[in-house]
């Protein structure tokens, strides 16, 4: 099985800034695309950013020129830095991946469980 575990969510000012993690453990042979997902109160899950395998990346246009993914192959991780947050950022934010596990045949896609990011004006 495939576990995703985010952190780094929390309470911050407008303007301020954020880094998430989101780390994947278990039966990993290859992870794909990463992506990170959120969803506001009232609203459908958006995709705020993706990297691929060769680390392309992708960006909502709300969060382009603020918001940055990486990735860790080793350590099969992703972040995303969160600069100059804005209330509307405001949302729980999740991770996905796209993953190959031992004992199966091909990719499937892994959730994390959401992390709170709350910006105040």
């Known amino acids: 099985q495939v576990q995703l575990v985010e952190s780094g969510g929390g309470l911050v000012q407008a303007g301020g800034s954020l880094r998430l993690s989101c780390a994947a453990s278990?039966?990993?042979?290859?992870?794909?695309?990463l992506d990170w997902y959120r969803q506001a109160p009232g609203k459908q899950r958006e995709l705020v950013a993706t990297?691929?395998?060769?680390?392309?990346?992708n960006y909502a246009v709300s969060v382009k020129g603020r918001f940055t993914i990486s990735r860790t192959n080793a350590k099969n991780t992703v972040y995303l830095q969160m600069n100059s947050l804005k209330p509307e950022d405001t949302a729980v934010y999740y991770c996905?991946?796209?993953?190959?596990?031992?004992?199966?045949?091909?990719?499937?896609?892994?959730w994390g469980q959401g992390t709170q990011v709350t910006v105040s004006s």
């Open positions: 996905n991946a796209i993953v190959l596990a031992a004992g199966t045949l091909r990719y499937s896609s892994y």
């Open positions: 278990g039966s990993i042979i290859s992870i794909s695309t």
């Open positions: 990297i691929t395998g060769g680390e392309n990346t």
